[in-house]
C-alpha cells in the first residue's frame, strides 16, 4: 500500500499486492560485490531481471535492501505472492491477476516517471501453483528491459531445483546470483551490529564470545544458514539477559542446550563418567574406562572436528552389556536413552537391495535430530555394500540424503556392536596373566 491515497486509488493491484520494500534494520556487511552484481544486473539493455540463489537466511532480502540503499532512481516494492495466490483462488485467476498487476507496473512506471523493481521473495510458490501464471510473466520478463520494470526474484537451492530449472525458457530469462553464506569474520561484524541494536554491545568487552556464537552454530546448527542461526542464538541469549542474566559463554551453553539440547559445557564430572558408567554396566572395567577416556577427549574439544565425537566398537557375545553401555552413553551425554539413542538392527540391511532404504532412513533420523548416539546394532550382519556407506560417515562425518542435502554426522557418537569372533574372549585372558581381575571379561571396545 502507498502512503500516497492518489496512487492508491490509481493503481489498485499494486497497492493491494505489493507495499515498499522496508529499508534493513541494521547495516549489510560483506555483501558489497553481489550488491554491483544486482545493481549491473539491472542496467542491461535485456535480461535485467535477477534471481538469487542461496539457503533459507542467507539474507537475500538484506541484500536486495542493501541495493535500494544505493540505487537512488528506482522505487522498489517487495511482492506478496501468498496474498496473490489466496485471492487467485485458481491458475486461471492467478494468471489474469499477474498479468494484470504488470501492466498496472508498466502504467506506473510511464505515469509516474519512475522505475520499479518488483522483489518477489519465495518466487517458486507463484512457479509451483500455476504453469498458466508462468506463461503470464515469461513476456513481462522477456520485455521488463524497455518497460522500466526490473524484477528480482529470490528463492531456495531445493525449491530452484525443484519447481523452476525445469522450466528453461524462464530461467534464461532470469540472471541467477548465488548468495554464499558469510565466513567467519563477516558474521561476527553482523553479530556486533545486531548486539548495537538490541543495546547489549556494552556486555560484550571483545569479539570472543561472537566467535564461541559462530563456532557453536557452525558446529551444532549444520542444517541452518550464517548469518541467521547465530543471530537467533544472540536474540535469545539477549532475551536471558534482559532478565538479569550475563552475557557470557555460560549463557550461551545454556541458550544451546535448551533449544537444541547438546551440552556444549559438558555438564558433567569428568572424574566420575567411569563411575557412572560402572553403575550400570557391571564388571566391564576394561570397556568402561576406554570409553570413558574418549569421552575425556571430547570435552576437551580434542576429537577430530571433521569426523564424528566419537566411533566405538563394541564387540562381544549376547548379554555382556554392549547394548547397556550405549544407552548409559545415550544418558549421559544427553540426558535420555529415548530421543538421542537412534538404533538400527543391521539384520534388517543383509541385501545389497537395502543400501538405499539405510542411507534413506539414517540421514532421515540424524538430520531431525543431529545431536544423538547412533548404535549400529550387530554390524557384522549388514550387507558389505551398507557397510561400505557407514566408512563413508566415520571417515567424513557427513552423506548425502535423497533431498541432495549434506546430512552431519560431526555432533554424533556413532556405536557399532558386533557378536563376531566372541569366542575369543573366552581363553584371551590365559594370555595376559597380569591384567587386572575386572577387565578379564568377555568384552571388549575400540574407539
Known sequence: MFADARLNENYPLLARLSEPLKPAER??????????????????PELSNILLLAEAGSGKTALVQATMLEDHKRLYLEVDPARMISEAGDSNLMAATLKGFFDEAERYVKHEDHELVLFIDEFHQIVQ????????????LAASGTRGIRVIAATTYDEFHMHIAPNQPLVERLQRISLAQPGRETTITILQGVAERYGVAEQFVDDHLFRQIYEYTERYMPASSQPRKSILVLNAMVGWHRRGRSMNRDLLADVLQESLNVNVSFKVDVAKIKQQLDAKVLSQDLATRAVARRLQLSVADLQNPGRPMASLLFTGSTGVGKSELTKQLAKLLFGDDQRHLIRFD?????????????RSELTKRVWDRSHAVVLIDEVEKASAMVTRLLLQVLDDGRLTDDNNRQVSFLNTYIVLTTNAASEVYKTIADYAPTTPARARSSWSTRS
Open 346 to 358: 543391521m539384520s534388517e540391511f543383509a541385501e545389497d537391495s537395502s543400501l538405499q532404504l539405510f
Open 27 to 44: 547495516e549489510i556487511v560483506g555483501r558489497e560485490h553481489e550488491i554491483q552484481q544486482v545493481l549491473a544486473g539491472m542496467e542491461r
Open 129 to 140: 501453483l500455476s504453469d498458466a501464471a508462468v506463461e503470464a510473466i515469461k513476456p513481462v
